[in-house]
């Protein structure tokens, strides 16, 4: 490659990356910022109420000193701890 | 006496080279910096040692078959290799880089050759092969990162993503410089190893490795470790560009109170991310997707032992493999060469260039926005996760002692993440694809 | 100008299909199912995610080098392929197909021509490639699941394995509907589809994921993405059913407390099932193998350490893998045909099926033996361990709020395990061998 | 295929496999009886003691606290933790 | 009707032979041994259970595609895999061994042809080849060894790396042994099975599996058991020997105490040892170096996260697949042999040399140097590391209540897991290269 | 190969192999002692003082109520723990 040609992709590669980088950068604010505006319009106050999902949680659940009973690893893994 | 005689020859002292003691010299002084002065010791021990390894003479480790058998040129294999990758030359120097050359079908074929004669890969070569050929390792361990990142401050304050951008610039600067020394007959870098060293000014280990890879793999040790030596560097490095680049009030200002952020809002993140990156920039999925999906199964909270094994067994084991493996390319013939001096002079410009883009682009974001931004943290832009938040955090108590800027500057730090990584889609894509 | 156009050709917005757009929506749904309707997380957040990843448009994520060849269709590539698997076409919507067709060995070479043009496989297809490909993800989880398993419950009353083996009629019963809707020309499935599908009413993931790999694998997305939506939707599906079967006064029968199971009971019970595997059904040996050796880890009580392992890094990585993996298969041209609705359609009637089945062989199994069987742990003989046996648990305590019937429901529960890898090994026997 | 053909597959492998899944049952719970009383016959009262095997239980044993002070980790891995 | 028949040709209890329930009993055995005896479980229990799969009938599971394609001897299949291999023969018997006997690449295009026939490689042999036909377990084993060895006491007092070169007599006098054994005509040893024998005297697995693995592989099951084996009688094999060769004078015998050691000396060991073996013996580098890179981990402290996960996820991990993989070389036709007692009696009579020349050596010692050596310690030399120790130890308490040689046995027990792993490398110097 | 070069190739294995086993391991007694007199005179006492780098040390360090503030898992990582 020519010295010349090869510093023209230099700042080819520049220009387009450093543009794409802002332009990339730029959407993600505005996508972000709009998410987060949907969000905590949506969700309101109580943000941990969806912080801590009852670590079972499944429909079943309820009886606690049962599924304390229950095979402690299966249990475990399937509740995904 | 015979067989005295073949131990002897076959010694590693009989067969020292010049190059093969450097490069031990070079790796042992990699373990000092990485055990003694606590230079990001987790990938600069593997390394170092891996590097050790490469070097220890005719064990071969880092070695394939086909570069083995080149390498003990027996003439009947040199023949059958030549034959296998269809050149005309059994000269062992030359066919060392034709069978590279070839694409990889005459390759494979080279390998049976070597593989019927008895040779086989080396371990550090096996390595690298399933570990950084494969571009697996990088990315998984992109997704511990991932898993151990909290987008918290970006999120409170969104603006700080133009930080992490603005210190991208870094990046391409050196791009340039890189194809600069190359047209002024200095260095001999073709635009895509121009791009792989440019990198290193994302101060981000696993994107940097990743794009080598990719782009130049024959680069790849001196990448990493230029990589990895300034990133520990860093405490060095910024501070004197942040102080000449700002006045003393600049550096006393004090930043609102960041936003609580709410869960949803941290779990929607990652996936708006990948689906931004799906819709732009396909050739930056992989990296970013890896990094999202390590995300996201931290922040949704239900699989936590899935988050755990990847912040932990998983990273961890990676990590040993990868710096085996970047060891293995610490040979004497691809790391003594003129470029490693250009690749560590540009890398350390790259990282001067980031900061200091950042810096300024929180000058001119406090000239256009009227919430204030310390352009203190303006230089964690470049990422190098967390130590330049940190850097930002201790200068700015300097001058003003109630002035606390680490949450604020963790917003640039892991947007100089995703930026780099973004840098790197569109390096693949214009130059890979 | 060129390579900004290039770039935007080679974004995701100007090539995203209909398809892809829609199996994204697909994806979203279920992360959403996983993370707040925790249906199944570990398996769907990485499944859900995996498909996101899939449908990047123009990334190829999910495509061998050769796939991605065919996709990017450039003449002579198109050509070079049919040359290596031999066909006389190069039309890229046929060579999609016949790549797959002329074997193991066809397909190499493609990949070779394809490799050698410079594409390269994803990596959702080498994820695929050695976690499913090679069988072994799922058989790796089956062993963690045996680690994790107490076969105490199972010990203390044998008899319940017959509500085990009962409720695997929902299996059978499926096959044999799938089959009558291709026999109607409702769907066109084969006969090895059809198993692949029925196995969806064992209601256990990795056996699902290993024959559905093994007999269809061009349906696993499908039949895995039903089998765990399914699995979670257990505590709305079986309770109507196991009503409607009952009366009030059989569902408060109480059963006699369990008698205490000695260790080296526990220990003797896997290596005596896999010998029974052994001499009657070698095919089901490497499911119930590694399931046997799991638990044989666990009950041995001297290989705490790899018992330990084996139910928490070891699975924990094999679950991200198998989930990004099964993950690469919700691709649209696979994913959005009607078959997948036959196969959701199929699904739960193999689910309601199994349930009743077990429901009825535990009022059967009332009238023949003395000792009292509650038939609401007959529903638990279909698996999705420990969901199914939770559900008879509570169903008991509604009608007798003194009638603790979990651990009962353990022994049919995990019956209904080995009962549908049976099933597995008699499809695959029967339709592999 | 035919779809006469096809039907009869199904009911074919319905009929074999369900059969084999019971015939493979019955002879587990068979096996299992059998291997249980056999079991609890021969090992009679104490279930804890197979339980527990000592954790180190090498013949070696019986000085612990020199045991103690061997380099932990080796140990560890030997011991089977 | 015919499927019965088939489901009834296809079960164990049709194809069961002699062999194969043979082996069985043996592998229960093991099992037994493992779990009730605790002999060496961590290997026992996956080797035994590995065995187990290995020989249910026609399930194949330890057979490569192309070994399952002429098991099932279907004649247009048998003829390719002789055109492949280029051989005149369609027996299979025949073509079983000559399969292997072709090279590499004759192999590979065997394998190429019988996937094409729809067979492929079983559960166990896929392990065989990932893990050990790559050398890769046994030397992650290593690596996590290395990452829980104190150097300490050897540091200490390094003389005792003599009784650690001492015990490797026992190595060379069994290779001695076996190939008299050949010569006499009673056994049929090559030189490389005789080297891979005597490798079970130096009392540690991996470095056993890695020779057998390189120098002769179809011995790997029997060496691997009876080093395990041996290695979990130390304590019954080595006191009487001990005894006949001290007296009770000597066995009172104080040793001074150790010096506190720094450190430094601890972190420069490992390096030391590594630059060592490349200077002298390369051929040794891939064994002694994972074991150094493990031992420099732990010891540099600052990479902890990674020396834990070297001793624990990734050891534990790998611990399985080895002992899967090495129970796969259980297989009646390859262990039911004559040979497998010679390498049994071998072993033992390695062992009892081994204990014999590192309790003279250290006798030795004490009539040259001044500083008092207990007789005792020098057992500890042949490593079974911390068992041979152990009873170094306890006899030593036996004749003098206040003596406790513990520590002092440490430093032979680790200097005999550096002498194996140079005897290795010489006899892979020697004959392999 | 017959039976008399077997042999002779079996002695000659078991000489090169306890010489050379030997001469390593007496030089690494003597690189080892060399290294340690060595280490010691310049490390000299405090032997401890090696032995603990701070968990973090990096330059930066020093507010450890601000780090204590960190990503706790990133911060783990990086540390090297
Ligand atoms: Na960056
Ligand atoms: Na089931
Ligand atoms: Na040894």
Redesign the pocket.
């Known amino acids: 490659m020519h010295s010349s040609e090869l510093i023209s992709e230099g700042i080819n590669l520049m220009l387009f990356g450093m543009g794409f980088v802002f332009v990339f950068l730029t959407l993600l604010v505005a996508v972000t910022s709009f998410m987060s505006a949907t969000v905590n319009k949506l969700v309101k106050p109580a943000p941990e109420a969806t912080n801590k999902p009852a670590p079972v949680s499944a429909p079943a659940a309820g009886n606690d000193e049962l599924i304390a009973v229950m095979t402690a690893a299966v249990h475990k893994y399937r509740s995904g701890k | 006496m015979e067989q005295l005689l073949s131990l002897w020859q076959g010694s590693g002292l009989y067969n020292m080279g010049l190059g093969q003691l450097t490069m031990i010299f070079i790796c042992l002084l990699l373990l000092y910096l990485a055990i003694v002065k606590n230079f990001e010791p987790l990938l600069l021990v593997p390394i170092g040692f891996g590097g050790l390894l490469a070097n220890i003479p005719e064990a071969g480790l880092a070695l394939s078959a086909a570069e083995q058998a080149i390498h003990f040129a027996k003439p009947e294999v040199l023949a059958a290799i030549a034959q296998a990758i269809d050149v005309n030359t059994t000269d062992p120097e030359a066919l060392k880089h034709l069978v590279h050359e070839q694409g990889p079908s005459a390759y494979a074929a080279a390998q049976a050759v070597a593989q019927d004669a008895g040779y086989t890969n080396g371990m550090l070569y096996s390595f690298y092969s399933v570990a950084i050929g494969s571009t697996i390792a990088p990315l998984l361990i992109f997704m511990g990162v991932g898993a151990m990142t909290d987008f918290g401050p970006l999120l409170a304050n969104p603006k700080t993503l133009f930080l992490g951008a603005a210190a991208q610039f870094g990046i391409f600067a050196t791009v340039l410089g890189a194809v600069g020394m190359s047209a002024l007959g200095i260095m001999d870098f073709s635009v895509e190893q121009a791009a792989a060293i440019g990198i290193i000014g994302?101060?981000?280990g696993p994107t940097s490795i990743y794009v080598a890879s990719l782009l130049a793999p024959e680069l790849l040790g001196a990448i990493a470790v230029a990589s990895y030596s300034y990133m520990a560097l860093v405490p060095l490095i910024q501070p004197p560009i942040m102080r000449a680049l700002t006045t003393p009030e600049e550096r006393k200002i004090q930043m609102v109170q960041l936003r609580t952020v709410s869960k949803a809002e941290k779990v929607i993140f990652p996936i708006s991310l990948l689906i931004l990156v799906a819709l732009l920039l396909p050739d930056a999925a992989p990296l970013l997707g890896m990094f999202c999906f390590g995300n996201l199964m931290k922040e949704s909270g239900v699989v936590d032992r899935l988050s755990d094994t990847a912040q932990n067994a998983l990273i961890n084991i990676v990590t040993i493999f990868l710096g085996l493996s970047v060891g293995s390319k610490l040979v004497a013939d691809k790391f003594l060469a003129l470029e490693t001096l250009g690749i560590m002079a540009l890398g350390i410009v790259a990282f001067g260039i980031g900061t200091a883009s950042g810096v300024l682009m929180a000058k001119i974001m406090n000239k256009v926005t009227k919430t204030p931004v310390n352009p203190l943290i303006g230089s964690a832009g470049?990422?190098a996760v967390p130590m330049a938040a940190r850097v930002s955090n201790k200068l700015g108590l300097e001058y003003n002692p109630h002035n606390f800027l680490l949450m604020h500057a963790m917003g640039p730090n892991v947007a100089?993440?995703i930026?780099?990584a973004v840098a790197a889609g569109v390096m693949i894509k214009y130059l890979g694809g």
């Open positions: 994302g101060a981000d470049v990422s100089g993440v930026g780099s």
